[in-house]
């Protein structure tokens, strides 16, 4: 019984961020984020790139004790149909958010970096808990001030 309470408050703080109307604070984000923008420039000027974040996550760190049990997901597939579609969309909703913040950590990386100064055509994303990843190709061909920039980006 302990473990569906602890299930259900994990949930809950899922759903408290979800809801919140407000974005999140990048600066929230300090130290708790890391992420890569890796570029690739083709020889006749195409720029492609591939942005992926993670947060940065204790679990690495934790000993055999505070590892979740191997039954959870049986146990969770036990709740009633109407918890589930809850649990689903409170899982739904916090990857939206978590997708949101991948996207701007994307925007404000290539606004610093200066890469993609025309925008970009995304490719393809990739939003799981806790990582993402969006890959994408320049509007604008490379310069060759771009090729020496970027060569070891």
């Known amino acids: 019984m302990p473990l569906r309470y602890l299930s259900l408050a994990i949930l809950s703080c899922f759903s408290l961020i979800a809801c919140s109307s407000a974005p999140i604070?990048?600066?929230?984000?300090?130290?708790?984020?890391?992420?890569k923008l890796t570029t690739d420039i083709k020889a006749d000027g195409?720029?492609?790139?591939?942005?992926?974040?993670?947060l940065v996550d204790d679990k690495s760190n934790m000993g055999d004790a505070d590892r979740p049990f191997p039954h959870d997901a049986r146990v969770r597939s036990m709740q009633a149909p109407r918890e589930q579609r809850r649990a689903m969309q409170d899982l739904q909703d916090s990857l939206e958010v978590w997708g949101r913040?991948?996207?701007?950590?994307?925007?404000?990386?290539?606004?610093?970096?200066?890469?993609?100064?025309?925008?970009?055509?995304?490719?393809?994303?990739?939003?799981?808990?806790g990582r993402g990843e969006i890959r994408g190709?320049?509007?604008?061909?490379?310069?060759?001030a771009d090729k020496q920039k970027f060569v070891n980006y």
Do not use: H, W
């Open 25 to 35: 604070d990048p600066s929230e984000l300090a130290g708790k984020l890391r992420d």
């Open 46 to 54: 195409l720029k492609l790139f591939s942005y992926t974040a993670r």
């Open 101 to 129: 913040q991948v996207e701007l950590g994307l925007t404000k990386t290539l606004e610093m970096t200066g890469y993609c100064r025309e925008g970009y055509i995304e490719l393809s994303r990739i939003i799981e808990p």
């Open 137 to 144: 190709e320049c509007q604008e061909g490379a310069t060759n």
